[in-house]
């Protein structure tokens, strides 16, 4: 069983930078892909960014990439989202998100079901 506890939110002007912090125990973080959802007030959950469980291969929504990088510290069991040039629009709750036993160590996954674990969530407000 894997427990995953987001940091890192809170209130940014637009055009300003956030990073988010994923902190794993429980389980085997080294072998579980990540990825990061958000959910605006009224909207469907949405994914943001993943990262395979070695490091090597990430995937982004189209409205982040460029803007967000996601990295990995398998030696501190720690999963990161970098925001910069933040927009009104990214405002959410950003959740961040464990496959447990992937098919490869360089899968990803964008399908919010396949995801086994998952954490409380953050809030980042980005003001215009």
């Known amino acids: 069983q894997v427990q995953l506890v987001e940091s890192g939110g809170g209130l940014v002007q637009a055009g300003g930078s956030l990073r988010l912090s994923c902190a794993a125990s429980?389980?085997?973080?080294?072998?579980?892909?990540m990825s990061w959802f958000r959910q605006a007030s009224g909207k469907e959950r949405e994914f943001v960014a993943a990262?395979?469980?070695?490091?090597?291969?990430?995937f982004y929504a189209n409205s982040v990439r460029g803007r967000f990088s996601i990295s990995r510290n398998n030696a501190h069991n720690t999963a990161s989202l970098q925001m910069d040039s933040l927009r009104p629009e990214d405002t959410a709750v950003y959740y961040c998100?464990?496959?447990?036993?992937?098919?490869?160590?360089?899968?990803?996954?964008?399908?919010?079901?396949?995801?086994?674990?998952w954490g409380q969530g953050t809030q980042v407000t980005v003001s215009s």
């Open positions: 998100a464990a496959v447990g036993t992937p098919y490869s160590s360089g899968s990803v996954y964008d399908r919010e079901r396949i995801y086994d674990y």
């Open positions: 429980g389980g085997t973080f080294n072998s579980a892909a």
């Open positions: 990262i395979s469980s070695n490091g090597g291969r990430t």
